[in-house]
């Protein structure tokens, strides 16, 4: 049977890389590594599922960047050193073997961090602590610690730490990398007004919030090259303030999007609650519509986008070019193989995949998938 989804299983373009159709895995935190930091088999089976159930791109959980204060959560996988390098190695050769791409996504916990196998403590854009409690179900419990105020030094450390993990994720063949900036983690947090407290050069003003995130991208391109796509996370909400939005409303998204597009990346990933309703209040613009409209670059949409007709809707109104889905891709390893073939969606099922903890599960490796 034909699918009536026209522009979802349409070819697209990221960066250097062409993707089979339009539909991205998003970027979920598994907890499912080695104490070490060492992908493992577990995880090459869960991220084989979506390949072979027709995903085009697979963008991998948030992999610490460092052996410093990087690291958000206990069995959290890294790419700093030969051993993790190899291990995505062979996840990343597994997801090809399905014809899938694949971009690993670096991740600076910072003050979000609850649980780091290296440091004790926490540093930060301030020494303020994240609004909320950790999370239950990633291994934490109470409040956030008070975090140390960065150093310029420490803020050097964290640029090269994404430019090595940029170039060891291309060396383990990842087609590209996702800076994350979103979701309360490090460079959102340089992004807050209440969490960036700085008065030199990377606080104060939005423009001066932005730096180290516009820095880090050009850094991460002129180490990689041309030819290895160079995406980046944004929201407003965070892990443990998800209601929070940006105080100037469209005109930050104006300003960060602008920005942004003129760096030298290939697309930016926005995460909404619902990627298809208005972001800064009644009638206003979606998230994705306004990183579009002021980037001019390729947009990936998240944000309860499970629904196909809803989701091609997005790409009709050329709000975005691509869609990620997180917790639909959950229940539906095989979810565009599904669409292709009109059959019928499994509910996301909250407490039998995350709960207690969020690691992969058993019964989620032996899904039936739909190929």
Known sequence: MSSPYTLL????????????????VAPMTRVSAEE????????????????????????????????????????????????QIEAWRKIVQTVHDHESLMIAQLMHAGGQSQGNAYKDNTKAPSA?????????????????????????????????????????????????????????????????????????????SLENRLRLLTEIIHDVRSAVGDDFVVGIRISQGKVADQSYKWPEGQAAAQTIFTT?????????????????QPSFGENSQTLAEAATSFS??????NGQLGDPSKAEV??????????????SALANPDLPNKVEKDLDFEEFDFEKILLPQAYVKKHELEMKIVE
């Open 36 to 83: 070490n930091g060492v992908a493992n088999e577990t995880m090459e089976k869960y991220y084989e599922r979506f390949a072979k159930g027709g995903f085009g791109v697979i963008i991998s959980e948030g992999i610490y960047t460092d052996n410093q204060y990087s690291q958000g959560y206990f069995n959290q996988p890294g790419i700093v050193n030969k051993e």
């Open 260 to 276: 942004l597009g003129k760096t030298e990346l290939d697309y930016i990933h926005t995460t909404d609650g619902d990627g298809a």
């Open 296 to 301: 001019r670059l390729p947009v990936i949409a």
């Open 128 to 204: 303020i602590a994240p609004k909320g409690d950790q999370l239950g179900f990633y291994g934490g419990s109470g409040p956030f610690p008070v975090p140390e105020e960065m150093t310029v030094d420490d803020i050097e450390a964290v640029k090269k730490s994404f430019v090595e993990s940029a170039v060891n994720a291309k060396e383990a063949g990842f087609e590209g990398v996702e800076i994350h900036g979103a979701n309360g983690y490090l460079l959102d947090q340089f992004l807050t007004d209440y969490l960036n407290k700085r008065e030199d050069e990377y606080g104060g």
């Open 314 to 327: 997005l790409l009709q109104k050329e709000q975005a070019e691509f869609i990620s889905l997180g917790t």
């Open 9 to 24: 299983f349409s070819k697209g373009n990221l960066g250097a890389s062409l993707t089979k159709n339009r539909y991205i």
